[in-house]
């Protein structure tokens, strides 16, 4: 029986390969996908330290690896007036030394394990966040502990810090795109509004900030009663409580500060914005303008509005501007939906002989994503959109990524499993009227940065709007001066 | 690559690196594979997780810019852009078209050993992907024109200058690639290729190029994530089996030219400050030295407590920053240490420090903490490649390409838990010799005064 079953076997192998090259699939068509898979992700499970701190895990035991991130409510938004990249450099500074250790032995307590432990700060959120596989999860525990409960804030290393900062700033006069960057989002939104700095402030307020200053921002937004603990990976509920409830038991609680209010930017109309860069081989260019918050009703429209016009590799911008034209390595657009209005922009990059052209295009594009989008247009974004969400959950750090937008904006357990309906109920008609309200070609910011002799007449040309001539150091301020101890 | 991504590119083609790791981990990482061929040669490798229903479909050719003719150079990477416009029955535009409305997603790489494609995508679009992938291969060039060809020549060029001539100190690599290798080296060329010659590659190169190593005995196709082998070894078999065979590629064999003597030069470009490359050829990928090398670039620069951090940017202050990376090839390596100078201090300063530590490690080995740092980073490093299906697969291809295994997860691993203090100190006295390597200062224009000393210390 046993030869038999082999014979058997063999032959199997035998007929498959040895008819498969008679055997012409058919190309006509593409294949139609086979039936839809689910994602079957295991539930959002909720408990409470006895401090009150909430604890939100999502389990993921194909690989041994645990990422756990202590989220705070306060980021970016809510530097002091004239500090401008405190909420920044309080979380580098987290990173420079915490508990019974200084910087260095922090540090190779850390690489040690082979571990990931950093502090972020968002625009609305703080944190900090280990990263590591399961069997050094105990001992990087304690070090997250020390790091979110008793950061050391040496004066040395915020001198270190400082001239690392101002040296970087240096360093963006070099680089098209963050000039680019920064003058952008300063004209949407003005200097007085926390998206139009950059995050890490500007060399004034960067040499203003002490350590008083990381203190107090620590001490006012890390509070247990600001907090929740998202925990992702190959470790389940039971096993990571006593374990938290250990290390954050003595977490006490002080006053919340209030969040910082900031002014409602306005839409400008249109304008161009040039920087001279003699010699740029080619046109750094970004344009838009306000686009929307989280909680906008607008929210699942512009998601696929925003893959036709520019969000994925088949996107009228990207079409148009490089596989039609050659004009760019890739174009696209994208609209950060934060808890205030982010900004909506399109980027690319264009062979400097093509600004114009290119930049004709590129708001050809954006009149015309106002009129109807195609029925084809519409179904594939919609596709693309819904079946590759679940690529999201396929690593502890994009689980994490999706929990702590459930977290911060207060987003229903089950909306993971929402999110498809939302994004195939939101139709043409709903598309046009998100595009009418969010993409207004007379209301757009044009930042480009390139060579203004050979640029500036092609611009001209067009007859578009206003052209601002602008150095580097007026958008960037002069190169900062640093010395060793700065 | 065919469209815009982290613009560290370099850094990602390092092959992940293991480490020395407790049994228990090893075992997790074991990652079973059936594997089989195809009568037309195309080696296929199968390997299922369903732990999120997606696949990774990843399709390496045996070529990259080492195969280049002189005049020719960038034409590989020219090709990769081209096998994304359509073949035999997937009109111009609707390969990213159809795949997309799959909720799947592409790229691709060239480097100078490989080409490599790949689709990250929902488990019901695996037949999807290999009638793409199968189209591509077998009819390629019934759909190529000329007009295709110059389209993306332009968006090519475009990736050159956003990558390399609009980047500040993009050039360096540019100049170190044609400096560590000498004339006739396979790997001489960067992989990006000259403006003029990807101005002269024509119509009949990319048909040629095609006809001679796009065939499927130079090709491996690895699948990973939510698949039933069985059913995937259908789809594969039914998908690939018009593919026609072709002539079998030989192995490049040619005589590998070597530097002799160190190389330092200089160039200028638009940016404020100095900055300092060294780079050396080193043992090609899982060769003798490979793994020492590895350690010791942590050992040098991965973290805080690295020799050169430590030294040039934390006591010393005179280094914004420093990195040291080896970048693993089959026929050499390349070993890069990198630092960029401070406000007020030359690339000399930073050279003589630099000097002084690689020579130090024969002196103060590397010391158990030390050495366990840098293999538990790697360790880390390569446990988190394995999560997105697309990393994995990719991982499992070269694997399969360098060994003959993909699932070489424990012998990468065991070569770690082998080195030894003086084994890694003697591996950088062998290898990162100052004799024979490469010195690039680059300075802002005018400021030649910043650049490490040309030799004997003269003017």
Known sequence: MISWRLLIAAAGILVVCGSAPGQKPDRSAPPPPGPLPELHLPAVQHATLSGGIPVVLLEKHNLPLVQIEVAVKGGVAEDPPGKAGVASLTATMMQEGAGGRDALAFADAVDFLGATLTAYAGWHTSGASLHTVSAHLDSGLVLLRDMVLSPRFPEEELGRKRTELLTSIAQWHDDPSAIASVLFHVTVFGPDHPYGRPTTGMESSIRAITTADLRSFHDSWFQPGNATILVVGDIRMDDILPKLERLFSGWAPGKVAPRVP???????????????????????????????????????????????????????????????HGYTYGASSSFEARLSPGPF??????QTAVTAPALAALLLELRAIRDPVTPDELSRAENYLTLRYPQNFQSVDGITSRLSELVTYGLPDDYFNLYADRIRSVGGENVRAAAMRCVVPDSLTIVIVGDRSLIESGLDSLHLAPIHILSVDEVLGPVPKTGRDD | MKRRACRFLRLLTVAAVLAASPLSLRAQLSMPCRMFDLPNGLHVILHEDHTVPVIGVNLWYHVGSARERAGRTGLAHLFEHLMFEGSGHVPLGRFDEWLEAAGGDNNASTSVDRTNYFESAPSNALDLTLFLESDRMAFLVDSMTPAKVDIQRDVVKNERRETYENQPYGEAWLLLDENLFPPGHPYHSPVIGSMDDLTAATYDDVVGFFRRYYIPSNASLVIAGDINPEEARKAVTRWFSDVPAGPPVQPLNAPLPRLTSERRLVAEDRVQLPRLYMAWATPAQFAPGNAELNVLSLILAGGKNSRLYRRLVYDLRIAQDVTAFQEENELSSKFYIVATAREGHTLGELERIIDAE?????????????????????????????????????QLNAYFTATGNPDYFAEDLGRYGKLDPDGISAAAKKYLDPA????????????????????????
């Open chain 1, 262 to 324: 900031y002014p409602a930017p306005h839409r400008r109309p249109t304008a161009i914005y040039l920087v001279d860069k003699p010699g740029a081989a080619q046109s750094e260019i970004m344009a838009g303008s306000i686009g929307i918050e989280r909680k906008s009703p607008d929210y699942f429209a512009v998601q696929v509005m925003n893959d036709i016009l520019g969000g994925s590799f088949t996107s009228r911008l990207n079409q148009d501007l490089r596989e039609t």
């Open chain 1, 345 to 350: 922009v399109v980027r690319t990059a264009v």
């Open chain 2, 358 to 394: 690689l020579g130090n490690l024969s002196g103060i080995l590397p010391d158990r903490r030390e050495i366990a740092r840098a293999v538990n980073t790697i360790q880390a490093s390569f446990v988190d490649r394995m999560e997105r299906m697309y990393d994995r697969a990719d």
């Open chain 2, 436 to 459: 024979v390597r490469v010195v690039l200062s680059v300075v802002p224009a005018g400021r030649k005064d910043l650049a490490a000393e040309p030799p004997e210390g003269g003017k």
